[in-house]
Nanobody, 121 residues
Framework: QVQLVESGGALVQPGGSLRLSCAASGSIFSIDNMAWYRQTPGKGRDLVARITDRNNTNYADSVKGRFTISRDNAKNTTYLQMNSLKSEDTDFYYC???????????????WGQGTQVTVSS
């Protein structure tokens, strides 16, 4: 069993910063891609940022230059540093990881429960 737990969501004023964390725990042999998605109720889940196991990153155009994704492989954790936040960044943010539980096993797509980010004055 694998669990992803996000933290760091909060209410913040426009122009402010937040740092989201997502820690994976349980039966983990290796982690490939880790990513952050966001979703507004009633809409689809959109990719915000992704980081590979070799630390290659890509971002949604709307967050380039403002958000930074990173990971700590020793802690099985990914972070999303969000700066210059805008009201349109308000959303529910989900952590994603592709996790292999055993040496010969497949990668499973794992999701966290999400954390709310609200940008408002």
């Amino acid at each position: 069993q694998v669990q992803l737990v996000e933290s760091g969501g909060a209410l913040v004023q426009p122009g402010g910063s937040l740092r989201l964390s997502c820690a994976a725990s349980g039966s983990i042999f290796s982690i490939d891609n880790m990513a952050w998605y966001r979703q507004t109720p009633g809409k689809g889940r959109d990719l915000v940022a992704r980081i590979t196991d070799r630390n290659n990153t890509n971002y949604a155009d709307s967050v380039k230059g403002r958000f930074t994704i990173s990971r700590d492989n020793a802690k099985n954790t990914t972070y999303l540093q969000m700066n210059s936040l805008k009201s349109e960044d308000t959303d529910f943010y989900y952590c994603y990881a592709a996790i292999k539980r055993t040496y010969r096993g497949p990668y499973y797509q794992e999701w966290g429960q999400g954390t709310q980010v609200t940008v408002s004055s």
